[in-house]
């Protein structure tokens, strides 16, 4: 009864089969570990240059310092100049601070106009048409913040007796609040829309007008949710760089008011990298140690901002 | 003839029937219960965009009882239960005719803010649903959107009679700053009546209050049903014929849209005229 | 005290009162919220309307340039050179081309300008007195090239005369549009009394007019000439970065989608995978240009200013889009589908690939369109490989030197001749724009045919 050639044909064919199977499955696993290698490239170079960077000036110096003032002949010289962190975070804070008073309650009115009170048709049009906001690459708005804006608000100033620097951190914050507006609309409103509608009945059954149900139902329920959201778009304002490169004044200055040029961190990564590659002084370094400061500052954002977020989706499942 | 054409016979008959009951009861000043009559409602009909949801729904609610809604799912309990206080105004595309009276007065009136009305007839969900704020602060919600109490301690007066009257106070007295949404289903449900009793309601709706309770929160809560019978007007929707036969003194029964039977609660289950109700009873539909 | 929760008619008509006595500011609360949620949409919009407009507003002039309509005489007593040579009987290949290029050298040692201002005197009144310096600025200094080219291309000329279309320079440009404040003194005028006064006869004559801007498109950047400053190097550095952000992120995001949603076992790093993929789409674009500098360039040596690791690193950057929007359309497609497949004995390989991918690709090439469109506007990164560097050809290859649109928007709008190149940089970025817009137009547009066909 054993005529091996259809059994052998048949093991022939699976195990051919089975190879292409486990041959796919490779590749498939090796492109996705693209992701990771992306981040632990990141990590590695990030930290390995910093480090470099740290063997020329003391961390201290970096993270506490006030003053900002790299010098680039530093070839004849040993002094490679200051490298105080701290008028570029101040600076990056007062360009986020201004994007976010400008961007959360616009993006939050609009989100809660469009989710509770638009007739389906309205949000159907006013809602891609913000989210042009989010598309526009940022350069131009660089350039619409330094040709337009910039010398709108000196003359505004100047109107009311201001004076007001034509590139400063509120013309960079003030047009990057503008971006950010969708990141805040589209999100929050995602999250209000997961508020359940029984708490939405609740308040009304017991005779809310809307408003009353938004105020004091419907926005604290949805708090943690909004709370994220805000938190994701801070992360995009600070990593931000073509805005504030063209419209934020390039001034490593510790300053006191928004209303004059600041210099981030940002604007100083792109002032140190550029032309130069050898990447064998402070003056190139200094780029990495400052991304490395970004990306945690970031990451931290991001993480806190997705755990809150996953928080508030399962309270309501 | 088919079992559905069957139905559609009947269905037909029991709308007959309904027309000639409701000019009935139009003449008496007061019901089969010998109770003045709080709410009535005439020729109700609602539609969910093209669909219609109700047809033409009489009925007259008497004062200080518990009046229940029994049907099989679907049937409307809800939908005409939320006319009464016009919670459907908040649903996009439905529509209500006909008209609903409380103590004569035209629930659809133009003139008539629907935030006053609201404050009259109170609702209490299927599910409990606490706003995610104090037990406190759940309770004062009302009172101090609606601005009905003058200072602090008049407010801590409502929260707190209201707790009592819904029964919750002596479980949830050391705690009344905790989150609402911390209790037990059977609180929750019970914080929630705190909740509509607190604005000084006439009448107070409830759509299937016990649904998602167990045994015991749900007997805890019929018993609390009918101490309020006394000061208040019920209306409750409920899945449970035992419930509507236990705490209601009236009963209307819906079937597809239309109100089949409606009578003194004993009447209906031990008596009932329409085969209909007859069946669902028995546990023939739905 | 009354009883505050009174059930008798008196209590709650008193209540009834209470509430009443609320409702006209409760309403006007509700008006006021509600058209605060309107003014701040208004903003919004408001915000999108204005950047178009002041936009379209500074680059659309830019579409149109002062053109200088020139009849050039290749005069020869103005241009004393040899006959171009002739190939003679049995001379080899390499000696005829030498022959060719010396002769062109010696063309381009030839003083072109004095062809040039012979032109423009041939049209100059003959009461205006102006010196060659200051003829010499109304056509842009290209202007002896493109004579040259002409002629280099057909030694015929010689001892003719032929009509060009030369572009008037950046000054005159912006004086015939009105760009400078006529009532300025001499001091501060950027073009000296008798040229403004030459130009504004050219205007009335017809010798200068405005004309379509061909050469933004199909010039390549110029610090020279600046009025033939064009996009078309950009243009190719860009289209080269998105061929290889088209190559190289579309399979490996497809795929790696393909291996966490379909084969990946569930496990801590398949978790970990993820996390990892949401954070990477929000780490700033940035430090994609700090990881690019440093590994790409500096561990690998690849080529600085080159489309290569431009497109690799927007590739690292756009990968998260489509992962994350692969994995997303996976997750849609229906169970039954998969179980079918797989009931009529496919192998799980065969049913994501013959079945369940099909479904999904409308989704996917709908995000891979708008994360390629994302990419095209990314400037940030590319400043840190030396794509800011000023590239003055096209780019024949992905590993030439190379600029990219929106870092030439950078480069222009830093110009100092801010007159000019205010305009052109906003006309730079009408161009940009328009091919976003394009892109996401035909995500739509393929994305409705797909779907309804599917
Ligand atoms: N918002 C709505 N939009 C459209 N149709 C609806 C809506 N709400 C209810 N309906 C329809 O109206 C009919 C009556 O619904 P209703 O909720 O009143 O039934 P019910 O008797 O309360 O049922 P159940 O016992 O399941 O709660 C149903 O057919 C339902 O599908
Ligand atoms: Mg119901």
């Given at each position: 009864m054993r005529s091996g050639s259809p059994e052998q044909n048949y093991h022939r064919f699976y195990s051919a089969r089975n190879d292409v199977e486990i041959a796919v499955n490779a590749l498939l696993m090796f492109c996705s570990a693209v992701a990771i290698l992306t981040t632990v490239g990141i990590v590695l170079s990030l930290v390995f240059e910093a480090i470099r960077f740290f063997s020329f000036i003391n961390p201290a110096d970096f993270f506490f310092g006030t003053v900002w003032s790299p010098k680039f002949s530093s070839t004849t010289t040993n002094d490679h100049g200051q490298y105080g962190l701290l008028p570029l975070l101040t600076g990056t804070l007062w360009v986020a601070t201004i994007a976010s008073l400008v961007a959360v309650p616009i993006g939050l009115m609009t989100a809660i106009y469009l989710s509770q009170y638009a007739p389906r048709n309205v949000r159907a049009v006013i809602k891609p048409i913000i989210e042009i906001l989010a598309g526009i690459p940022t350069i131009v708005y660089g350039f619409f913040a330094l040709v337009t804006v910039g010398p709108f608000l000196k003359g505004a100033g100047a109107l009311v007796g201001l004076d007001i620097s034509a590139t400063s951190a509120l013309t960079a914050g003030l047009v990057m609040g503008v971006m950010i507006i969708p990141f805040i609309s589209s999100l929050s409103d995602d999250i209000l829309n997961q508020v359940p509608l029984a708490m939405r009945d609740g308040s009304y059954g017991l005779g809310a007008t809307q408003s009353e149900t938004i105020r004091k139902v419907l926005l604290p329920s949805a708090l943690p949710g909004i709370v994220g959201a805000f938190l994701l778009a801070v992360s995009r304002a600070i990593g931000e760089t073509m805005i504030v490169v063209l419209a934020a004044g390039n001034s490593p200055v510790l300053r006191g008011t928004p209303l004059e040029p600041i210099s981030t961190i940002t604007v100083s990564i792109v002032n140190q990298l550029t032309g130069d590659t050898d990447f064998t002084g402070p003056q190139s370094l200094v780029a990495f140690a400052l991304g490395l400061t970004l990306f945690i500052m970031t990451l931290l954002l991001n993480i806190a901002a997705l755990y809150i977020v996953r928080r508030f989706r399962e309270q309501y499942e | 003839m088919t079992n559905l054409e069957n139905a559609q016979m009947d269905m037909l008959a029991g709308k007959v029937k309904m027309t000639q009951q409701s000019v009935n009861t139009a003449m008496n000043p007061s019901d089969a219960l010998d109770r003045p009559i709080r709410l009535t409602a005439r020729d109700v009909t609602v539609h969910y965009g093209a669909k219609q949801a109700l047809h033409g729904i009489s009925i007259d609610i008497p004062d200080r009882a518990v009046t229940s809604f029994i049907g099989p799912s679907g049937c409307g309990k809800s939908t005409f239960l939320r006319c009464i206080n016009r919670m459907n105004d908040t649903i996009e595309g439905a529509k209500v005719g006909g008209t609903i009276k409380l103590d004569g007065e035209d629930v659809y009136d133009p003139n008539l803010d629907v935030v006053e009305l609201r404050a009259r007839i109170g609702m209490v969900f299927q599910k409990p649903n606490p706003f995610p704020k104090s037990i406190y602060e759940n309770v004062a919600y009302g009172p101090r959107i609606h601005g009905l109490a003058r200072n602090k301690a008049d407010l801590d007066e409502i929260v707190i009679s209201s707790l009592r009257k819904a029964g919750l106070f002596e479980e949830v007295k050391d705690r009344l700053g905790e989150a609402g949404t911390g209790l037990s289903g059977g609180q929750q449900q019970r914080l929630c009546i705190a909740r509509a009793i607190a604005v000084g309601p006439e009448v107070i709706l409830m759509d299937?209050?016990?649904?998602?309770?167990?045994p015991i929160a749900t007997a805890i809560i019929e018993e609390l049903i009918d101490e309020l019978r006394e000061n208040y007007t019920i209306v409750i929707v409920t899945h449970s014929m035992q419930q509507a036969a236990r705490v209601s003194q009236k009963t209307a029964f819906f079937h597809l849209g239309n109100l089949i039977e409606e009578g003194v609660t004993e009447d209906i289950f031990t008596n009932p005229v329409n085969k209909q109700t007859q069946d669902y009873i028995m546990g023939r539909i739905g | 005290m009354t009883d505050l929760l009174g059930t008798g008619r008196k209590a709650a008509n008193e209540r009834t009162q209470l509430v009443r006595a609320g409702l006209r500011r409760r309403h006007r609360n509700e008006q006021a919220f509600r058209i605060l949620g309107i003014v701040a949409i208004c903003c919004a919009l408001g915000f999108v309307a204005l950047l178009f407009t002041d936009v379209l507003r500074k680059g659309i002039p830019a579409f149109h340039q002062a053109t200088l309509h020139l009849d050039v005489t290749y005069d020869p007593t103005l241009l004393n050179v040899d006959p171009v040579p002739e190939r003679t009987a049995g001379q080899s290949d390499a000696d005829f081309n030498a022959a060719r290029l010396a002769w062109q050298r010696s063309v381009a040692m030839l003083n072109w300008n004095k062809v040039v201002e012979a032109a423009l005197r041939t049209v100059t009144p003959a009461g205006l007195e102006i010196d060659s310096r200051q003829l010499l600025?109304?056509?842009?200094?290209?202007a002896r090239h493109v004579i040259r080219e002409a002629f280099v291309a057909n030694p015929n000329l010689l001892g003719r005369t032929r009509s060009f279309d030369l572009l008037a320079s950046a000054n005159v440009d912006n004086w015939v549009k009105g760009n400078i404040d006529r009532e300025l003194g001499d001091a501060q005028q950027q073009m000296p009394a008798q040229a403004r006064a030459l130009v504004d006869g050219w205007v009335a004559d017809g010798t200068i007019t405005q004309d379509f801007a061909w050469g933004l498109f199909t010039n390549v950047d110029s610090r020279a000439a600046p009025a033939s400053a064009g996009l078309a190097g950009a243009f190719m550095g860009s289209l080269y970065m998105m061929l290889v952000v088209i190559v190289l992120a579309v399979p490996i995001g497809v795929a790696s989608a393909i291996y966490l949603e379909e084969f990946a076992p569930k496990s801590r790093l398949t978790d970990l995978i993820e996390v990892n993929i949401n954070n990477l789409a929000a780490v700033p674009s940035i430090v994609f240009g700090l990881l690019g500098a440093a590994v790409f360039i500096n561990f690998f040596h690849l080529p600085r200013s080159a489309p290569l690791v431009g497109g690799l690193v927007l590739t690292l950057m756009t990968l998260p889009t489509i992962i994350i929007a692969t994995r997303a359309a996976l997750q849609g497609v229906s169970p039954a589908l998969r179980q079918a497949a797989l009931g009529l004995g496919a192998s799980k390989t065969q049913m994501v690939f013959h079945h369940v991918l099909p479904v999904t690709f409308p989704s996917i090439l709908t995000a891979t369109i708008i994360g390629v469109a994302q990419a095209l506007g990314e400037t940030a990164p590319l400043l840190l490989i030396g794509m800011n560097a000023f590239v003055a050809s096209v780019p024949?290859?992905?590993?030439?030197q190379a600029t990219a649109l929106p870092v030439q928007i950078f480069l222009w709008q830093g110009n100092e001749n801010r007159n000019f190149f205010e305009a052109r940089t906003s006309a730079a970025i009408m161009v940009l724009l328009g091919l976003m817009i394009l892109l996401n137009a035909v995500a739509i547009f393929l994305r409705t045919r797909l779907e309804r066909r599917a």
């Open positions: - | 299937e209050p016990c649904s998602a309770l167990d | 600025t109304i056509p842009e200094t290209n024949g290859s992905i590993v030439d």
